[in-house]
């Protein structure tokens, strides 16, 4: 019997033996890989990824349930499993007596739903910070609302803040959708697997504090126009100017700008 999930550590079960496949296919399983997968729980994700990978790193919270991990996957000598809470914990430094599990190349899990903004923030950084430690790649199953806005194109409505800034640091890629009916006890949103591939160069931004605000700014309020939503940094007459010079639509809103066209007016918009 699995342990009764708990609440406040956003525990879902996953019982889909077809998402675990989908999820495993989607990381490419590599015999030399070290994957670092965040939320264990019962160890289902687990078991699928040690027979196929070098070294699997497990980050779990809840206590009760790294017990019982230790009693199911503990003789595993590919298996390293840390309790504590991932968005907390100092993984270099915690990992430097465990040569076999140090620098993980994969990130592969299930994670609870409600960090997941922290959970990509941890991994991936941000605009002004990108992070240090470079993932191969990185899979993810999150909900799909969540997903759709890490994949959304320019234009669309779940284009916006997030997946302009995800979308700097990482291409992402949307592999399928799990149902809710997947889980148990089943969540109240539906699912979907991503694919993350951190960029090792990033996009050339002059400076990234300014397009960190840019976004920031451009999409406080989706309805306006950009002109109007960036009016306290510069002045609407000349960002009219600079868009038309730009190729851009002056009366666009901040969701019609692309990946591109957001790198392009931060550069242009040096000293203002
Ligand atoms: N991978 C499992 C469980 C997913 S549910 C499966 O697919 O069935 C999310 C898991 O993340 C739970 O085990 C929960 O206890 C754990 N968790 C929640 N918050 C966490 C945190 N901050 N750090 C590490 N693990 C966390």
Redesign the pocket.
Known sequence: MNPKP?KR??????KSEEALDSIAEAANLQKSDRVLE?????G??TSRLLPQVRAVVA????RD?CKKLVKSLGKQENFLLLQ????SLDLDSLLVPFPRFQAPNKVV????YN?TGPILEKLLGTIREPSQTEYDLIVLLMQKEVADRLVAEPGTKAFGALSVRVQYLATCEYICCVPSKAFYPAPKVDSAVVRLIPRSVLPAVINPNNLDILVKLGFANRRKMLKNNLKSIVESDRLVQLLEKLNINPQSRAENLSLQDWITLSNNLQGE
Do not use: K
């Not at 899990?109 to 609870?112: F, G, K, R, T, V």
């Open positions: 708990r550590f956003a525990q879902h079960w996953l965040i939320g264990p729980g019962t289902v994700l980050v779990e919270i809840d349930l504590g809470d991932i968005l899990a299930n994670i609870p960090i």
